[in-house]
Structures are given as C-alpha cells and as structure tokens.
C-alpha cells in the first residue's frame, strides 16, 4: 500500500481555508500529502438539528483545485441556506484505509460521529464584502509621473528628455497635464486603471519623502489640474489610484521639522520615533535619515493621515490608495484608514505594498482589498527571465500563490513583471523580447489584475533603481510590436470574463516548457497554453472535456481555428508564443 504522509493534512477554519463568497455561497478547503488519497469529502451538519445532526447533513466531495510539490489542496464551493453549520474531512486511500480529520485531530475510521462539538465550525457564515466591480480583473497601468509625459513648456533646470541623468535629484518634470494628454494613449491599449507613484510635494524625483500632503508638487500642477485628470479619465471609462506614504514623510514635513526644532515640547514629537535605533536620532524607513519615520499609534498622527486620505477621495475624486510599506504601520491604522475608505467611497479600492505572504492584511477583510503580488512576481522572473526554475516548479510556485487567498482576493491582486523598485522585466531577461512576450501573456491570462509598469509595452530596459526610472520613450511608440502584443492581450482580457474573473487550475506541465491551464467561469471556460520554454515546441495536447467533442477550437489570441482529433489538438508554439483555446 502507498506510503501516507498523515503529517501533511492540514485545515485551518479561518482565511483562505474557510469562508464564504460575496454571493454567500461556502468554500471549503484541505490540504493534504501530494497524490495520497483517492477521494476526500466533507461532512456537513447544522449543530441545531437534534437529535442527530448529522442524519440530516449532506457528504460531499470536494476535488484538487490546486498541486505544488509537496502538497494537494482540496476544495469544495457550495450554497448553505442557513449560514450555521458544523463540519469534518473523510479522507480515502487505497487499500480501504480511511481517516478522519475533525476540530479534535485526524483518526483512522469515519464511522463515529457522536459527538458534533468536535467538528469544526462556522458559527454564521456571513457573505464576504464584494470588491469594486471595476477592480476585479482590471487591467492597470503604473506610471512614474516625473518620467512619463511633460505637456507644457519645460521649466528652467530640468533634464532634457533624452537625458541619462536617472538619479532622484534629477528633474523631467513629467506633470499631471502629461497624463492628461496621453488617456487616448492608455484607453488605446486597453487600461482601466492608472496607479501613480507620489505627487505631493516633496525635493525628489520620487517624492516618496512627502513634505505637505495637501499639495501637489507645483512641477506636477495643481489640485484642480488633478481633478481635471480624475475627471477626464472617469470620461474615458477609466480609474485613478494615489499613493500614500503614511510610514514615513519626508524632512521638510512641518510637523518634523517642528519636533526636530522643539524636541519634546513640540506637539508633534511623538508623531515619530526618537531613539538611538538609527544613528540619526530617530527611526527610519529602511536606514534613510531624510525619510524619518512615523507613528501611527499616536492618536493625533493617525487622524491627520485618516483626514488626508479623506481629503483627496473627496476633493478630487480618486478611486484608491496605494499605500507604502503597508507591513511596518501598526495595523489597527489600516483598519481605520479601510473603514474610512469605505465610508467616503464604497466602491473604493485599498491596496498593500506588501512585497511578502499578505494574508495578514487582506483576508479578513478589515484592512487592505488588495496587494502588490511580488510573491506570483518573484516566480514569473525565475521562470522567464532568469531561467532558473523548470515548468514543473514554475507551476507548483503558480499553485502555491493560488492558494493564498480567497478567490474575491485573487480577483483584485495586482501582478507585475517589473514596477519603479525592480528592474524592468526585459532588461532581467538579458534583452531576450521572447520572454517578455511570454512573462506578459501569463500576467494576463491569469487572476488578478495585471499592472503595466510604464514604458513595458514598448519594450524599455532599465536595470535596478534608479535605471528603471527613465522617461517614457515617446519616440518609440508607432509601429512597436511589443505594443500591439500588449494590446491584443488587453482586448482579449476584456472580451472573455474567464479571464477576467475566472479561477485557475493547472492542465499541462510539459518539461519541454509547454504549460497550459484553464480559466473558467460557471459560464465560461478557456484553456490557454504558452511556451516557456526558449525552444520551439510542437505537442499533440489533449483538451479538456468540454472542449474534445468539438471538431475544432478556435484560438482567441491568434484568431484561428485549429482542427480536433479525438480529443486532442497539434499544437506549435514559438518560444515565447501563446494561444488561448475555446
């Protein structure tokens, strides 16, 4: 009989293992040893219904929504009428041997059942918070507003546009107007969503060292040119995320600046953290002395930051916050800072710079909808650029991320292939254009919400901070091949909710690099395959069910049909090149 790895069952009743869904249907999920059992189900009973409760309860069976190396994670998403239940596992293996998995641990047998106050429970299973229609599956695009687009006649002493000077204390005076003018540009190749790094005042090109946070840095406009572009962009269909940086502000901050002067007799000093942590005098972000850090456990501090938050979803209109280093604010700010949110604008989203696991922050509920998913990021470098994990890795790492969080989470995570604090994906790639095409073609054929760092779609390189900062290469954009794959992919993204808002489960690990999942609505179900790999490859595939008594599927991406035998369909891909089959 097969060798069990009982250590690996695992069940957690909260988070990602438990919980309902915006329309109140129940997920449910295990986790048990890769390939161990033959079937696993769940036991389900309303701990109200004497004098047995289980009598009247219902068995189902759940199946393998998600497979990395070690580990198989079951999953089960059912509708309850009354959101009061009790439950427990019932685990096969070969061999007859079964197990069960309740409140009070795993034990050989299934067949006892007397006492229900040993079951896990969900005490009311109240349906989850829906996330903003427009966010779920959105395609964004990050802009660094010094180096994106200048409108208007160029200041005295800023940089020429070809400029190299890339460092932080060099101006392109990039501005709001910028922006305005290139929505044609952004709606053209299928955004929904423009995120922004700073734009308050501040002596950096970066401005993430904000010294007033009710002004616009006057390089970039002013507050009614802001409002202007909030506006313009709503015209066109489209939003507009701010970032916040609450952790630390910038030397030039008034009430800094008055604590520095005042020490304790200012009203301000326990806005921040003076001691001997830093050799500065006072906490920082990271170790740099003009980013000093602040407090958000001081009462005063927090509700200036709730106010500015509030300030500028009202003035203007944005429709979220990005918020830095989100980990190292003392959290309880975060949930205020939600609350508040939500209050001002419900269909307001609330994201994490959160480079880590961000379950902490986004599955309860209470704090952020969403976050930077560098996790899924540090993967698609590994596989696409750097070359140093093979498909079958790649897709255990892809599962792994799946399973973090909540589908309404996945819904609304922001992907990247590179941002203002990596290097850009082509220039990690050593120039190779097949990767970028391929690393792009899986952000968006996959959950979340894929975010194009500016200038990506023209191909630009850029190695690390400040390199991946330089200005956007207006020249470059008529004709680019990169762009048109770029906006192929969006149009199609739009087209298809399964790619939008579909979940995921893997279909094909090819050692040879060809990969191919399924997204899939109850209404829609796609399988999309991509050469990793840079070699090219030619497969004969099986389809799924649905898709082998067909006498051809037709290819979404290249607009081609491609003929089906028994079952199975020829496939040839470049490296680098996708299909999306339906």
Avoid at 109 to 119: A, K, L, P, Q, V
Wanted: with cysteine; net charge negative; charged share 25%.
């Amino acid at each position: 009989m097969k060798q069990l790895s009982l250590g690996s069952i695992y069940h957690m009743p909260w988070l990602e293992y438990r919980h309902a869904t915006p329309d109140g249907d129940i997920v449910l999920r295990l986790r048990t040893g890769r390939g161990d059992f033959d079937r696993v189900a769940v036991r389900i009973a309303n701990h109200y219904n004497f004098p047995d409760p289980f009598a009247q309860g219902q068995t189902l069976t759940m199946d393998v929504a998600f497979r990395d190396d070690l580990y198989d994670f079951y999953e089960i998403v059912f509708p309850l009428k009354d959101p009061r239940f009790k439950y427990l596992f019932l685990l096969y293996a070969d061999g007859g041997r079964v197990f069960k998995l309740d409140g009070s641990g795993l034990r050989a047998g299934e067949n006892t059942f007397d006492d229900i106050s040993e079951c896990f429970a969900f005490a009311y299973a109240y349906p989850a918070a829906p996330m903003p229609a427009w966010a779920r599956g959105c395609v964004g695009y990050q802009i660094f507003p010094d180096r994106f687009r200048r409108a208007g006649e160029a200041e005295a002493g800023l940089e020429p546009w070809d400029s190299h000077r890339v460092q932080s204390e060099f101006r392109f005076g990039g501005n709001l107007n910028g922006i305005r003018e290139a929505i044609l540009y952004l709606k053209e190749l299928g955004v929904d969503m423009v995120y922004t790094t700073p734009i308050f005042l501040s002596d950096s090109a970066h401005r993430y060292n904000t010294f007033d946070y009710y002004q616009v840095d006057p390089l970039l406009g002013t507050e009614a040119e802001l409002k202007a572009l909030c506006d313009e962009l709503h015209k066109n269909g489209m939003r507009l995320v701010l970032d916040g940086v609450f952790n630390h502000s910038g030397l030039g901050f008034a009430p800094f600046v008055d604590a520095q002067q005042k020490g304790r007799d200012s009203a301000y000093y326990d806005w921040f953290f003076f001691d001997d942590v830093e050799a500065c005098g006072y906490r920082t972000f990271s170790h740099e002395p003009y980013m000093p850090k602040l407090n958000l456990q001081n009462e005063a501090c927090a509700d200036y930051f709730l106010a500015v938050g509030e300030y500028w979803l009202k003035a203007c209109g944005i429709d979220g916050w990005r918020l830095d280093v989100s980990p190292e604010v003392w959290p309880d700010f975060w949930r205020k800072y939600h609350s508040m949110m939500k209050r001002v604008n419900p269909d307001s989203l609330m994201i994490a710079e959160c480079w880590d696991d961000s379950r902490e922050w986004l599955t309860a509920g209470d704090m952020f909808d969403s976050t930077m998913h560098y996790v899924l990021s540090r993967n698609l470098w590994k596989r696409f650029c750097q070359r140093s994990i093979t498909p079958a890795e790649f897709d255990a790492a892809v599962n792994g991320a799946a399973m973090l969080y909540p589908q309404r989470v996945q819904d609304v995570l922001w992907t990247f292939l590179g941002s203002h604090d990596t290097q850009r994906v082509l220039t990690r790639a050593g120039g190779d254009r097949r990767m970028l095409k391929a690393a792009a073609f899986f952000q968006f054929t996959f959950m979340g919400v894929p975010i194009i760092y500016y200038g990506d779609e023209l191909a630009m390189e850029g190695g690390a901070d400040p390199d991946n900062r330089r200005p956007m290469r207006w020249d470059d954009v008529e004709g680019n091949p990169m762009r048109r794959h770029f906006k192929k992919l969006a149009k199609l993204r739009k087209a298809h909710p399964a790619l939008r808002v579909g979940a995921f489960h893997t279909w094909h690990v090819g050692a040879d690099g060809l990969y191919a999942y399924e997204r899939f609505t109850k209404e829609e179900r796609v399988l999309c395959v991509l050469n990793t790999g840079v070699e090219d490859v030619t497969l004969q595939l099986p389809l799924p069910e649905p898709m082998r008594s067909q006498a051809a599927v037709r290819d979404l991406y290249g607009e081609h049909s491609l003929p089906v035998w028994s079952g199975f369909v020829e496939v040839k891909l470049s490296a680098g090149e996708g299909m999306v089959l339906k």
